[in-house]
């Protein structure tokens, strides 16, 4: 069977206006199966929406948030769109060092019959030693075999940072012979897909849009 996966830093729909309307009709023009979308707003003072209730209704998806931190009244952190069914869903905090705080969303997904977990999360942007034990963590929530997918961005261009996946058995969608430079301000690599030896990469790709500062970047993956 083969799934369209994406990545989404959408930055709490500033650059859209705040209609999060936007972003589900892009996660529709990708026809991605399942997405793990950064820097969600739910009913926050700048905002002043409810991000995954929007993204549900005007998409058809099962939206579930994560919580990061409270803000403006309301909550911040990210989000997982799916139209294959949830069977779990957990949050799970990372270490955070006294930097803002991130977390994992932690999914079991059917896909055609077959469990598969589905991380999404958000790594320190200003922390290196913040980063390498989140990085840690994640693969410590993968080491029961299940077949895995992780989205995120990771905010680090440095690959070599990212190479305990590599060492895990894993592969990595904007890697180090292709390379898909996202995030916009900068042209860096920093959001990437990363994906279990139960998966094959079909194709892959980075959707030319701005209606954020990142460009989602997508995966058709099959699972064999």
Not at 142 to 158: A, I, Q
Request: glycine residues 6%; aromatic residues 8%.
């Amino acid at each position: 069977m083969e799934i369209t996966v994406a990545t989404y830093n959408v930055r709490h729909c500033a650059d859209v206006g705040f209609d999060a309307t936007i972003i589900a009709n892009d996660i529709l023009n990708i026809n991605a199966d399942i997405a793990g979308l950064q820097e969600i707003d739910v009913n926050t003072q700048r905002s002043n929406i409810n991000t995954p209730e929007i993204l549900s209704s005007k998409s058809g998806y099962n939206c579930i948030f994560s919580k990061a931190i409270d803000y403006q009244g309301g909550a911040y952190g990210h989000a997982i769109m799916s139209r294959l069914p949830i069977l779990s869903h957990k949050t799970v905090l990372l270490d955070s060092f006294g930097h803002e705080q991130r977390v994992a969303s932690v999914n079991v997904i059917d896909i055609g019959g077959v469990a598969v977990k589905f991380l999404n999360t958000h790594l320190a942007y200003d922390s290196k030693h913040a980063r390498t034990r989140q990085i840690i963590q994640l693969i410590d929530m993968l080491k029961d075999d299940m077949p895995y997918v992780v989205t995120g961005d990771f905010n680090t261009e440095d690959k070599n940072e990212l190479l305990p996946f590599v060492e895990h058995g894993a592969t990595l969608v904007n890697c180090f012979d292709k390379v898909y430079n996202s995030f916009i301000p900068t042209g860096v690599a920093i959001d990437n897909i990363v994906f279990s030896k139960h998966f094959e990469l079909v194709e892959s790709g980075m959707c030319d849009i701005v209606h954020s500062d990142h460009k989602p970047v997508w995966a058709r993956l099959k699972l064999q």
